[in-house]
């Protein structure tokens, strides 16, 4: 024992040693890595002007360079000290596919991936990383748990890039960022494996195509091709995407707790005091940022309707059929009614897309985005702060083929009573207030609506059966049911009203999301929330059947 016990000791003293050697030789390294750090002569700003010689620029909160050579061109990033440690969303849109994709679903405007990242310099001050963050977690600063939180909740290192040069003062560094968007490194843009073609782009025929600068957003615009192995045979895929890094604000918004009596899409949060004896696990619902001007306050605390800080807007795309963008219009400005009920007017707006101005991938801007595809379909996803919740864009996707489906739908639900809608084409009005609905239905999933399945079971067969009743409360509570169609009228009824609209429990539903309590805290606004749907609960029409 003793001489084991001396060999341990012996052993511990040389592994000691070694070390402290390492040690002094990290130090060491650490010391003449530092002198290639800000300010030294190979990466001064005159070593910025070296590098960017003949650049192509263009200037935002990163300013942008394209700088060509003989045999190809770079790509730079210039990033100023006060983005650093700043919360980046990384929102990432299909621009193009080929067929053998774009009948599958797979668009323009698909978003297929979102990740919250921060750059800062690494501790070598050789590199700008990039780091993922996942803001589940927070804490109440000042409590000794906060130690612990950030030892245990480090955000990850997708990405390192050299740094090339420093700007005056050390105020802003400059990094070649080709590798990341020319298909060369898949940590944020890995678009074929996130969408199930388990790929990755083949560098020698992927390329970047252009990049944008814009004060809170900067564009990528990328092709990347890879070969994917099919049951028969092995192709080529080319798909366009579009990478927009969008600076978050600072001043976010404030999160409102979930109450599954009312149906929203959620994101998790786990909140940690030295007061509790267990994590506090809640969820967050995702809505858009709506608030009252400063000025207004008052007279929305009395319950004058206001118009909001920053309304929401949705741009219809300019590829969209003419006769089509009068409804889809309708559709998405007749949520107004359910706003007004959450003391907002104005809240909701549409445009048709000028090209000339606005870029429909640009994630500063939501729109409806018509795809020329076989899929009969549409759907209404966006685009949120995981801080917070905050909805920051949307796009509903719409499938042309939608129309078949809806054809359908009219023909067997409908034809009973509506003589116009029993033929293979339909006229444009009737269709017309069909293609209304679906853009309703999708703006109510935009604005962070889930389905309602029980909506539909309120309403008993005498109801829909009533002329004053479905001209007075709609077909269903809600727009969100996939009730269709009023198939239970039956002729002689007298019933008109056969097409779904905004119920009461959506406006019961944007009133519980949007009205605004000027809280600071979720946790302070919970008990009036929780009052608000109490006052409800037992009313059938105002009852959430989850999918």
């Not at 405007?109 to 919250?116: C, D, E, F, P």
């Not at 995981?386 to 796009?395: L, S």
């Not at 999708?442 to 004053?468: C, F, K, Q, V, W």
Request: with cysteine; glycine share 8%.
């Amino acid at each position: 024992m003793v001489e084991r016990g001396y060999r341990f000791c012996i052993a511990l003293l040389l592994g000691l040693s070694c070390l402290y050697v390492q040690v002094l030789s990290s130090c060491s390294s650490t010391s003449k890595a530092k002198q290639g750090g800000p300010g030294s002569a190979e990466k001064s700003e005159t070593g910025y002007s070296a590098v960017l010689s003949g650049a192509q620029r263009d200037s935002g909160f990163i300013n942008v360079y394209s700088v060509k050579k003989p045999k190809e061109t770079k790509h730079y990033f210039s990033v100023p000290k006060t983005v650093f440690a700043r919360d980046i969303l990384v929102v990432n849109k299909v621009t193009s596919v080929p067929m053998k994709l774009g009948e599958t679903g797979m668009n323009r405007g698909v978003n297929y991936r979102t990740m919250l990242v921060r750059l800062s310099i690494s501790p070598d001050g050789r590199n700008l990383d990039i780091r993922e963050v996942d803001p589940i977690v927070e804490c109440e600063q000042g409590d000794n748990i906060c130690t612990s939180v950030r030892s245990n909740y480090v955000s990850s290192v997708v990405a390192s890039l050299p740094i090339e040069a420093y700007g005056s003062d050390s105020s802003a560094v400059l990094v070649e960022v080709s590798s990341l968007f020319n298909g060369s490194e898949n940590a944020l843009q890995n678009v074929f494996g996130i969408t199930g073609l388990g790929t990755s782009p083949k560098s020698s025929l992927s390329r970047i195509l252009s990049m944008k600068a814009f004060p809170t957003n900067v564009m990528v615009y990328s092709e990347l091709t890879a070969p994917v192995s099919g049951a028969e045979e092995q192709m080529t895929v080319t798909v366009g995407v579009a990478s927009n890094w969008y600076l978050l604000p600072k001043d976010k918004m404030v999160p409102r707790f979930a109450d599954d009596r009312v149906g929203f899409f959620t994101m998790p949060k786990q909140y940690y005091r030295d007061s509790q004896q267990r994590v506090e696990e809640r969820k967050v619902i995702t809505r858009w940022r709506l608030e009252p001007k400063n000025e207004d306050r008052e007279r929305y605390l009395r319950g004058e309707l206001v118009e909001p800080q920053k309304p929401i807007i949705f741009y219809i795309d300019s590829a969209t059929p003419k006769q089509w963008i009068p409804y889809i219009k309708a559709g998405i400005e007749d949520w107004q009614v359910a706003f007004e009920r959450a003391g907002f007017k104005k809240a909701i707006e549409a445009y048709e897309l000028n090209t000339d101005t606005i870029d429909i991938d640009d994630a500063r801007y939501s729109s409806v985005v018509y795809a020329a595809s076989t899929m009969a379909n549409a759907m209404g996803p966006s685009v949120c702060d995981p801080r917070t919740g905050e909805i920051v864009e949307a796009d509903v996707m719409w499938w042309h083929n939608v129309l078949g489906a809806v054809q359908r739908w009219l023909r067997l639900q409908t034809g009973l009573l509506n003589p116009a809608v029993r033929g293979n084409q339909i006229p444009d009005d009737e269709m017309g207030k069909a293609v209304r609905f679906i853009a309703a239905h999708e703006i109510g999933h935009t604005l962070g609506l889930m389905h309602n399945m029980g909506s539909s079971a309120a309403y008993s067969i005498d109801s829909l059966r009533s002329p004053t009743f479905t001209s007075t409360h709609g077909t269903a509570p809600s727009i969100m049911d996939y009730a269709r169609f009023n198939y239970v009228a039956q002729p002689g009824d007298g019933v008109e009203q056969l097409y779904p609209r905004i119920g009461e429990y959506d406006c019961y539903a944007i009133e519980f999301a949007y009205r605004w309590r000027g809280a600071a805290t979720p946790h302070e606004e919970q008990q009036a929330q929780r009052a608000y749907v109490a006052n409800f609960s037992k009313d059938p029409a105002y009852f959430f059947g989850p999918q």
